[in-house]
């Protein structure tokens, strides 16, 4: 597959500090192509998009203002090698910029996607406690990913009963091998945007868990499969 590199930078204005900004109710758009048509690039959203050649995605599909923390957790996992999605949304708008995954078509998020074996996204939940609920269509994945937070010291819940999303229509689910969907609390986001330690920590174990699972093979039996 020959390589491709794209990048849409963000705005000068930088993220804003935690606070919860999640919308509640139906999302104002139903995809991507009618939040787009209805605002402005580089002044109410901004993406960036990254295809290293990587057979794992990272996907933050509602960072920025939206989801807060999202954004940082998904570079931060990705570092330099691992294919990267970033939405974020600016300016105040907050959950008005929300669209859900399972309609959240922007091509150039499908384009890594579908170019990857497995996906990971980071979100926000508003369950009490601090910690993560693990879904996504890849339980395997998900497990291993459980497993290392665990060790990391965090606490996982895997499979996630609450917000599954193991829809195929999901954009984390969208490559070959499917995708692991990470619901983090509110507290636990909070905490890691103070904590720079228990963050690299958090992002590590995710980055393990996403190599241990594409190191035994199994990601490459899904997608001859999928051919």
């Known amino acids: 597959m020959r390589n491709f590199l794209f990048l849409l ?3 000068l204005a930088a993220c804003s500090a935690y606070g919860p900004a999640m919308r509640r109710g139906p999302d104002v758009y139903p995809d991507f192509s009618a939040l787009k048509a209805a605002n402005t690039e ?3 959203f901004s993406r960036e998009a990254y295809y290293r050649g990587s ?3 990272v996907f933050a599909p509602h960072g920025g ?3 807060l923390l999202t954004s940082r957790l998904a570079r931060a996992t990705a570092g330099r090698d691992f294919n990267l999605y970033i939405f974020n949304g600016w300016h105040g708008r907050k959950g008005d ?3 859900t995954s399972t309609h959240f078509d922007d091509p150039q998020a499908v384009l890594i996607a579908t170019s990857s074996l497995l996906g990971v996204s980071f979100h ?4 009490h406690g601090r910690w993560v609920c693990v879904g996504g269509s890849n339980r395997e994945a998900g497990a291993l990913v459980a497993r290392r937070l ?3 010291g965090f606490s996982a819940v895997a499979p996630c009963a609450r917000l599954p999303g193991t829809s195929l229509k999901n954009i ?3 490559p070959s091998s499917g995708g692991v969907q990470l619901e983090i609390t509110l507290r636990l986001l909070a905490s890691l945007e103070k904590d720079a330690e228990d963050l690299s920590k958090f992002t590590e174990a995710v980055r393990l868990a996403a190599l241990e699972f594409i190191s035994s093979g199994k990601a490459n039996t899904l997608q001859e499969t999928a051919k």
């Open 172 to 174: 984390v689910n969208r």
């Open 42 to 44: 580089g002044l109410d």
């Open 150 to 152: 665990e060790a990391a």
């Open 124 to 127: 926000a939940q508003a369950d």
């Open 97 to 99: 910029l929300h669209v």
């Open 9 to 11: 930078l963000l705005p």
């Open 65 to 67: 203002d939206i989801e």
């Open 55 to 57: 057979p794992v995605a």
